[in-house]
């Protein structure tokens, strides 16, 4: 049974950064892709960032230049490195990794104050 555990939401200030991590357990198999999605109140779960194991990358319009993922093949583990957060960037942001079917994350709660 695979687990994606998230850490890393808090509450920042506007212009301020934030790693996420999401470490995959329950398999001795590596994924296709891992990564992160993000849903705000009232709106629908939109696509973050994306990161496949050869090692390339995805970014919604709105996250370009502000945010970046890595992701460690051994460890079955994906970041999120975020900086220059904004008020719009509050969500809670879900891990997701994909192997046949996708597997998701309980999700971490980003909040960024004005």
């Known amino acids: 049974q695979v687990q994606l555990v998230e850490s890393g939401g808090g509450l920042v200030q506007a212009g301020g950064s934030l790693r996420l991590s999401c470490a995959a357990s329950g398999s001795s198999f590596g994924f296709t892709a891992m990564g992160w999605y993000r849903q705000a109140p009232g709106k629908q779960r939109e696509l973050v960032a994306r990161?496949?194991?050869?090692?390339?990358?995805i970014y919604a319009d709105s996250v370009r230049g502000r945010f970046t993922i890595s992701g460690d093949n051994a460890k079955n583990t994906v970041y999120l490195q975020m900086n220059s957060l904004k008020p719009e960037d509050t969500a809670v942001y879900y891990c997701?990794?994909?192997?046949?079917?996708?597997?998701w994350g309980q999700g971490t709660q980003v909040t960024v104050s004005s």
């Open positions: 990161i496949t194991s050869g090692g390339t990358t």
């Open positions: 997701t990794a994909v192997r046949v079917v996708v597997y």
